[in-house]
């Protein structure tokens, strides 16, 4: 089976750095996926992770351990407007469709 | 382009009820999944068409059902509807199997 953990939520302050982790156990993966969703909106893709290491795009950073089934999601100079849940979901072989976490419901506070 | 496209928005049922959600992917995505997303149980995967065939499917009851069109839109079907089906489904496509999803709106069920 697969298992994706990720804390449930994290409280963080305007302007700070936030990092939102992910861990996986999971058979024939592929790559991990972030995605950021606001209360009563869709999910919307942040990044997508094959290789190891950090992948920077703009404030947002998405890092990934393969050999340790660990990824987290770099959140800087927070702005309220990132106040989301964040979703981590995997990708497996096998024309299987992605599994997601329960997600990480961030809150910015001034 | 156009994005998916999911109708209704909001839908309310009383239970026993049938009910049928349509999503339209975005154009030229051929692979259309369904997801149920409740606050406690975050999202649950229904099931994945590609090119008209159901190709996965997640531990729902038969009381879930769905289908693809030849032009990629799909609808699901929840039947003798219970209060528990009370949820946000949302409906996501790509261009292939396992891909990376793009989100419609979701359609919120209150089953009541």
């Known amino acids: 089976g697969q298992n994706i953990d990720q804390p449930t939520e994290m409280t963080a302050t305007e302007g700070a750095i936030v990092q939102i982790n992910c861990t996986y156990q999971?058979?024939?993966?592929?790559?991990l996926f972030w995605y950021q969703q606001h209360a009563g909106e869709a999910p919307t893709f942040l990044s997508y992770?094959?290789?190891?290491g950090l992948e920077e795009k703009g404030r947002f950073s998405s890092f990934l351990s393969r050999s340790k089934g660990y990824s987290y999601l770099l959140l800087k100079e927070l702005q309220m407007k990132d106040s989301a849940s964040y979703l981590c979901?995997?990708?497996?072989?096998?024309?299987?469709?992605?599994?997601f976490g329960k997600g990480t419901r961030l809150s910015v506070i001034a | 382009k156009a994005g998916v496209t999911q109708t209704p928005r909001y839908l309310i049922k009383t239970r026993g009820q049938q009910v049928t959600l349509s999503c339209s992917p975005i154009?030229?995505?051929?692979?259309v999944s369904w997801y149920q997303q409740t606050p406690g149980q975050g999202l649950q995967f229904l099931f994945e068409?590609?090119?008209?065939?159901?190709?996965n499917k997640g531990n729902f009851p038969g009381r879930f059902s769905g289908r693809q069109f030849s032009n990629s839109r799909s609808e699901m079907n929840v039947s003798t509807l219970e209060l528990g089906d009370s949820a946000l489904y949302l409906c996501?496509?790509?261009?292939?199997?396992?891909?990376?999803?793009?989100f419609g709106s979701g359609t919120r069920l209150t089953v009541v």
């Open positions: 999971t058979s024939g993966f592929n790559g």
């Open positions: 996501a496509s790509s261009l292939e199997v396992g891909g990376g999803y793009t």
């Open positions: 154009s030229g995505h051929r692979s």
């Open positions: 979901a995997v990708s497996r072989s096998g024309n299987t469709p992605l599994v």
């Open positions: 992770n094959v290789l190891d």
């Open positions: 068409y590609f090119s008209e065939t159901q190709r």
